[in-house]
């Protein structure tokens, strides 16, 4: 019994000391990236909304402007979002997990680090990098933070694709939907328009689509990249945005699910609730 109980201590330990280096790596590389997105920002004076700035839109964006933006608003410089949610592990069936994350948001220039946290089982999680850095896409997870799964970098379809995740989630920071935050907007029908954003090299467009309620319900890239083993693959992808509560004044969508549309069908795989969210001036 006393040499199984030593085993069991030095399990205990191992594991403890497995956890705790595994922690320490990845604070270290989330601090790493988030320095490089502050290092990457453009400094720009204070600035407000002005109604003006919504003349000759197409009307749908300007009606959803005129809901979720008191003339006057500050335009959001970054913002800080703590979410929950569950996040589908499979490519073609339903094996959701729970998660939770914290994410760093910065407008001008368009960047963003996503720290997530997969509960795997009970004491294992695989934590996830998914950023947009000085023009590079980033998505890295790795199984308690020290043993990396896949490690996809690049200023090409992994960078155009993460500037696809900015572009949708603007609904949350909603001054950068604006012309002088570079989005650029053209009509396409009285619920519909496309939006086109460039960072460098990169440049995409998507599709927006507002509900009767004149806010953002979904939105659409007809090739984002999806990352199938170590390859990234253009596929259809949408978001969708609901429950538009206030936030420092601001309409902001609190729930949403995104999705591939492959064709074998739609196929969601994150549902998340923003749990905090602060914006900075």
């Known amino acids: 019994m ?7 201590v030095a399990l205990a330990t191992t594991a403890v000391a497995v956890w705790t280096a595994g922690y320490w790596r990845w604070s ?12 990457a920002r453009v400094n720009t004076p204070p600035a407000r909304f ?18 979720v933006l008191p003339e006057g608003a500050s335009i959001i410089r970054a913002a800080d979002v703590v979410h929950a949610g569950t996040f589908n ?63 996809l970098r690049d200023r090409g379809e992994v960078a155009r694709g993460e500037l696809v995740r900015f572009m949708a989630e603007a609904a949350w920071y909603p001054t950068a939907l604006l012309p002088s935050q570079g989005m650029c907007w053209e009509p396409i029908d009285d619920r519909s328009a496309r939006a086109t954003l460039s960072d460098g090299d990169v440049r995409l467009t ?28 253009p596929t259809p992808w949408e978001g969708r945005m609901f429950d538009y509560q206030r936030r420092q004044g601001l309409l902001v969508p609190i729930r949403g699910e995104v999705a591939w549309l492959t064709p074998e069908g ?15 001036y």
Do not use: C
Not at 50 to 67: I, S, T, W
Not at 268 to 280: N, Q, S
């Open 2 to 8: 006393k040499v199984v109980g030593w085993i069991l």
């Open 28 to 39: 270290y590389k989330t601090r790493v990236l988030l320095q490089r997105l502050e290092a």
């Open 50 to 67: 002005d109604l003006r700035e919504l003349d000759g839109l197409p009307e749908p964006v300007a009606r959803h402007l005129r809901q």
């Open 89 to 151: 592990l499979s490519q073609t069936d339903e094996q959701w997990k729970p998660f939770t994350s914290r994410q760093r948001v910065v407008t001008q220039r368009p960047g963003f680090v996503w720290d997530g946290r997969v509960a795997m089982a009970p004491g294992l999680a695989v934590h996830v990098h998914d950023a947009y850095v000085d023009g590079e896409g980033i998505l890295e997870p790795a199984i308690l933070g020290l043993f990396t799964l896949v490690n």
């Open 206 to 233: 998507m599709t927006f689509h507002f509900g009767n309620d004149g806010l953002i319900a979904t939105i659409r890239a007809e090739d984002r990249g999806r990352t199938v083993g170590d390859r990234v693959i």
């Open 266 to 280: 739609r196929l969601p795989y994150w549902r998340g609730t923003i749990k905090e969210l602060r914006f900075e």
